[in-house]
């Protein structure tokens, strides 16, 4: 068990829907990150949070948005779905600020949230 | 952007070793990890190497070039346990990417 907390497991909706994704970090964690990973695809990163504030993009759609609470848990959320966007989404935390690095500090995954558009 | 390359199946024998390569570009590099991933299941935590050279732990281990942009992962004494994807991902500065993951089935 990672620590890293996700809900819901499953989730089933149709295209033009909005969903949110929930996340709780690890104890101790400040660093939430959001993946997705596609069956043609490998993890790709979506966006990185830190103590409540954005702190790195990656190739996510304008469609999606994502924030940390103050009690550090975190929600993705995924709006006008498309088909395309079925993916198991994954958040993993970190102790670390700017990156995750080394051995006391990698990124720790939860169990993802399966997401499927119909 | 980061390109990572790594194959995408290989098959072993139980208790035989396998050695699985990953190459990368990307600019700005800090470190290069290694992740297992069950089917369905959390990426996990295997190895994470930032200077030259080999790290091992216990079945596992990683080794770097940072000149070559070049990283293998050896599993050593095959389980039918250790059939699973693996995952090479590059540090770059605040991102972590991964590559698309190699499948090892392990074979009795």
């Known amino acids: 068990d990672s620590g890293v907390t996700q809900t819901p497991k499953h989730l089933i909706t149709a295209t033009g829907q909005r969903v949110t994704l929930r996340c709780s970090p690890r104890s101790g964690d400040l660093s939430v990150y959001w993946y997705q990973q596609s069956l043609d695809q490998g993890l790709q990163f979506l966006i990185q949070?830190?103590?409540?504030?954005?702190?790195a993009k990656g190739n996510i759609l304008e469609r999606f948005s994502a924030q940390q609470f103050p009690d550090l848990h975190s929600e993705l959320n995924l709006s006008s779905l498309e088909l395309g966007d079925s993916a198991l989404y994954f958040c993993?935390?970190?102790?670390?600020?700017?990156?995750?690095?080394?051995?006391?500090?990698?990124?720790?995954f939860g169990n993802g949230t399966r997401l499927t558009v119909t | 952007g980061q390109n990572i390359d790594q194959p995408t199946e290989m098959t072993a024998t139980e208790g035989a070793i396998v050695q699985i390569n990953c190459t990368y570009q990307?600019?700005?590099?800090?470190?290069l990890f290694w992740y297992q991933q069950h089917a369905g299941e959390a990426p996990t935590f295997l190895s994470y190497n930032v200077l030259d050279g080999l790290e091992e732990k216990g079945r596992f281990s990683s080794f770097l070039s940072r000149s070559k942009g070049y990283s293998y992962l050896l599993l050593k004494e095959l389980q039918m346990k250790d059939s699973a994807s693996y995952l090479c991902a590059a540090l770059n500065d605040y991102k972590l990417s991964f590559g698309a993951g190699t499948t090892v089935t392990v074979r009795a």
């Open positions: 990307t600019s700005g590099f800090n470190g």
């Open positions: 949070y830190y103590n409540g504030e954005e702190r």
């Open positions: 993993a935390s970190s102790q670390s600020r700017d990156r995750p690095s080394s051995y006391n500090s990698p990124l720790h």
